[in-house]
């Protein structure tokens, strides 16, 4: 919150509305300096800064937010607010507002920031695109926004770095009861260095995707509305759920895991869904 204004939040609850003192967060992020499970840091990028300040003194405030009230051993929250040169021409970062589509014939597209499509905006993605992310950016969907991203069996979607080596940042799917759904599909997700779709509170479906890091968890979804299908989860190499989720299933929606060989899911109507790698399918998922 700048100056009393909201810029942009992960896992609080009833955003943009600042949060009962109480309130815990609807999403985890482990902390970059925390334990074996830190995930790399997030970016957040709040805009060209002539959008935002005039020339004087202003507050930025911070809440940060835990996951239990009670069952929670630590909480670590850094910040750092820094100043950087704007993205060259020919990228993408920054907001998303209205419809946006990012067309075949300008693949392959360059994501140099974080980029989050706003409430109300909506970004659909070509079949045959690529997008190649810079190292550790990410793309998020605010509540109320939209992605569509659904390529074809001869036309495929691909999610990756800049270079071989680049590690980006994964996709944040925010959502509450009655936010649109967000669908992705003939899809490939390479060099993510986070979870490659996280739905938080949101409506996805997510129909034949290739992830192919086997250090991170393909799918995390947190009291969520989904359908998984059609999808390869590869071996993991790291001792990680290849899906996981907190909170249930929302209230307005359904959870479907749909012809997607070696998932089981666990305590699908609890307040916790994880998803492990087996060799059959659960029968009501058929």
């Known amino acids: 919150m700048r100056n009393g204004v ?17 309130a815990t967060a609807s999403g985890n992020h482990e902390s970059s300096q925390g334990d074996s499970s830190a ?7 709040l805009g060209a800064v002539g959008t935002r300040l005039s020339v004087g003194t202003h507050v930025l405030a911070i809440v940060g937010l835990n996951s239990s009230l009670s069952n929670s051993s630590d909480f670590i929250q850094i910040v750092d ?11 993408e970062s920054g907001s998303i507002t209205g419809n946006r589509t990012w067309l075949q014939i300008q693949s392959p597209i360059v994501v140099c920031g ?19 992310f810079e190292s550790g950016f990410a793309l998020t969907v605010a509540d109320g926004g939209r992605l569509l991203a659904e390529g074809n069996a001869t036309n495929r979607i691909r999610f990756t770095g800049v270079t071989s080596g680049t590690r980006w940042g994964g996709f944040v799917i925010n959502g509450s009861v009655g936010s649109p759904e967000t669908r992705i599909a003939y899809a490939d997700f390479e060099s993510n260095g986070a979870t490659a779709v996280h739905s938080v509170g949101g409506a996805v479906f997510l129909d034949n995707l290739n992830f192919a890091a086997t250090d991170h968890a393909c799918v995390s979804l947190d009291d969520s509305s989904f359908v998984v299908s059609h999808c390869h989860f590869p071996t993991s190499t790291a001792k990680f759920e290849p899906g996981h989720g907190t909170g249930g299933i929302r209230s307005d929606g ?30 009501w998922l058929t």
Do not use: K, W
Not at 39 to 45: G, I, L, N
């Open 81 to 91: 607010l820094a100043l950087s040169p704007g993205p060259p021409p020919g990228c």
């Open 254 to 283: 359904h959870g479907i895991f749909r012809r997607t060989p070696g998932v089981s899911v666990i305590s699908p109507t609890t307040t916790s869904l994880s998803i492990s790698m087996t060799t059959t399918l659960v029968p």
């Open 39 to 45: 995930v790399p840091r997030t970016t957040y990028d």
């Open 114 to 132: 974080n980029v989050t499509v706003e409430p109300g905006a909506s970004l659909t993605i070509e079949p045959g695109v690529a997008v190649q």
């Open 6 to 22: 909201y810029l942009t939040s992960f896992g609080s609850p009833g955003s943009p509305n600042e949060p009962a003192y109480n």
